[in-house]
């Protein structure tokens, strides 16, 4: 089969939607892009607001040092900030850029959210550590026990974001590789 | 491109409705330097391979055995092998050989996919092998 028969072949009743079809599609499925990711990042910006309010109505804040609850707020706003970020960051190519140059974009906007939810496990769980736990003191089990807990909160929320920003990160960069190979000019 | 680029109705839908959503937020930037058409091609394909979807246990079952998950009504069958066989191709190969069939020139594919004319026809050669081979395979044993 040569590539003049692929084209014929692909030419065989071209379904092209009407004008109706399309506004249909896009009232039936309006839920699906925007407000999906509007509704996640809302989500995640009022738990985090319930957080500190959780923290700082009903777990005596006043017995903690100001820099502690102070640590916690920042940390907690910073989480909202990102998470409002984000969802502006939705647009996977507004400039118009050819594929490579959009792919390198995603790919190192990606390595960047990686990064920043690493650092951002570490320093949530130093803030609600820190809170909970520097008013009081701790010894016996406990003392074994809480940096165990600790790392292990780090590590899971910290694996969940590298399992799922990895996988997507390895897409790209597969695709970007092979386009390199066809001579990408990068 | 959705039907190339996803594999289920509803993935296909959720795909289009966000190339539609992305082309919306990208218009004031448009610059009538190209044809819409192209720049609308750069869009929809960085939106389509941007854009991760893990795949079931299930679709990849089906997928590697060549079943269709759900057949395009009013598509005709040799069309609906082409698909299949070009759902097969890597996210490159996909973008280039669906440019080539929409009868793009080798300039505005290299302009799109960002790489150099000169490999333009040796990728689309290579792509060529690989779908005739995967639409033909007794052929090719032999």
Redesign the interface.
Known sequence: ???ED??K??K??Q?SKSKDE?LQ??A???E???ARNRRKALIEAGTFVLLLLVFFTGLDPERNSWLVNLFLVLVVMTGIVNNLLLYRKL?????????????EK?IRAQWQQLQFSVLFSVLFFSAVFGFLLLRTEISGPEFWLIPLVFGLSIAIRSWFEIDKLK??IR??T??QM??KA????? | MCRIYRDTSEDR??L???I???LW??WP???AEARVSS?MY??A???A????R?KTKQEEILREEMIPMQE?Q???P??E??YQAISLL????K?M?SL????YSYEEMA??????I???G????RI?EK??QI??PQNHES
């Open positions: 089969m040569n590539l692929l084209k072949h692909w065989l009743e379904g399309i599609l896009i039936h499925r309006s699906s892009v925007s647009l996977v190519n507004k400039r118009g850029d050819n594929l490579t140059q959009s792919l995603q996988k997507s897409q790209l597969l695709c092979e386009l066809a001579g990408a000019k990068t | 839908e959720d289009f409705q966000e539609l959503f992305q937020k990208a930037s448009f610059r720049w750069k869009i394909l960085s939106t391979i941007a854009r991760f893990k395009e009013n598509v005709h040799e069309k092998r082409l890597s996210d490159a190969d973008a050989i080539y069939l929409d009868d302009d799109i996919l960002g790489i150099s000169n490999y333009v040796v990728k689309l050669s060529r779908l005739t639409l033909n």
